[in-house]
Nanobody, 112 residues
């Protein structure tokens, strides 16, 4: 079955960087858009970024533009979210998504 496993979260100071990974299995990874979402405490889950199957096209929420970069390695069946200039407002559980399938999430905490 479809499985998505996120990793790479952690505690980072404001202005720092993290790279999240999303490893996929159980489906043809290179055929699907990959999306990253996040959910902060007490808030609804929100979309952050997406990347096309080939990796050529991507898009970001306004909050992520200029700071986050989504990428993918289809041979490795892994998608990434490089997050730079992190802010406390970026604190959330980050999830990757393919169609109706979700990973378990990885916690990102931005705090001094």
């Amino acid at each position: 079955q479809v499985q998505l496993v996120e990793s790479g979260g952690g505690l980072v100071q404001p202005g720092g960087s993290l790279r999240l990974s999303c490893a996929g299995s159980g489906f043809t990874f290179s055929s699907y858009w990959i999306r990253w979402y996040r959910q902060a405490p007490g808030k609804e889950r929100e979309w952050v970024a997406k990347i096309s199957p080939s990796g050529i096209n991507s898009d970001y929420t306004n909050a992520a533009k200029g700071r986050f970069t989504i990428s993918r390695d289809n041979a490795a069946k892994t998608a990434y979210l490089q997050m730079n200039s992190l802010k406390p407002d970026d604190t959330a559980v980050y999830y990757c998504n393919v169609n109706d399938n979700w990973g378990q999430g990885t916690q990102v905490t931005v705090s001094s």
